[in-house]
């Protein structure tokens, strides 16, 4: 929740200038909060850069006042939707089920997913964050089909590295990407497996990302803070030139 409309706009203007001029090699989607996406679908080159959503309803329509759903977010032009954030989880209560409610929503509607998934400082002390991250998938995504799973992409978020200064280590961040891996070629087989994409979302700046993206299981970032600002964000991006 940052940036009024007119600071939004003029955030993806000054992106989508800087990303035509010198274009990334690698795929790059921005996610703005639900009143920007209408105006930033205007304004920036889909070919270079995606646009997504950071959440959409579990209902289809009808009398849920304040929510927007999977079809709005579709219809604004943006292509992605980041459901499952910590931060939902936390704040907003979003269980398991909810989330498969809004999974099978946004595919429904054409809408890429970014799933989030992670696990607490605690959960990390106690050596459960394999289980937790098995847990978020079983119960929110592993019901979908093979054609419908090789719409999502996941993002590993370790919640205590978000916004604490903590980063996982890379060695670390590593080897969790290659459990969710293999849990994925467990349950849909090892070509969707290599197909899925995993991202890394805690902490992830310009001056970490390039030990971060040269690890074999870490296919991107979900940046947070770092992408408010143009020459930051961009500072990562060009990690993978």
Known sequence: MNLNLQEGIALAKELNEALNADKPNCGVIICTPFIHLASVATVVNQDVIGLGAENCADKEKGAFTG??????????????????????????????????????LALKNG???IFCIGETLAEREANKQNEVVKAELE??????????????????EPIWAIGTGKTATAEQAEEIHAYIRSIIAEKYGQSVA????????????????PELFAKADIDGGLIGGASLKCADFKGIIDAWK
């Not at 219809?75 to 498969?100: C, D, M, N």
């Not at 995504?141 to 993002?155: G, K, M, P, T």
């Not at 197909?195 to 990302?209: H, M, P, R, V």
């Open 139 to 156: 119960g929110s995504v592993f019901n979908l089909s093979e054609a419908d799973f090789r719409n999502i992409i996941i993002a590993y």
């Open 194 to 209: 290599d197909d899925t994409s995993i991202l890394y979302g805690g902490s992830c700046k310009a001056s970490n990302a």
């Open 67 to 104: 929510e927007v759903s999977a079809e709005m977010v579709k219809s604004t032009g943006a292509q992605y939707v980041i459901l499952g954030h910590s931060e939902r989880r936390e704040y907003y209560k979003e269980t398991p089920e909810i989330l498969k409610e809004k999974v099978l």
């Open 111 to 113: 809408l890429k997913v």
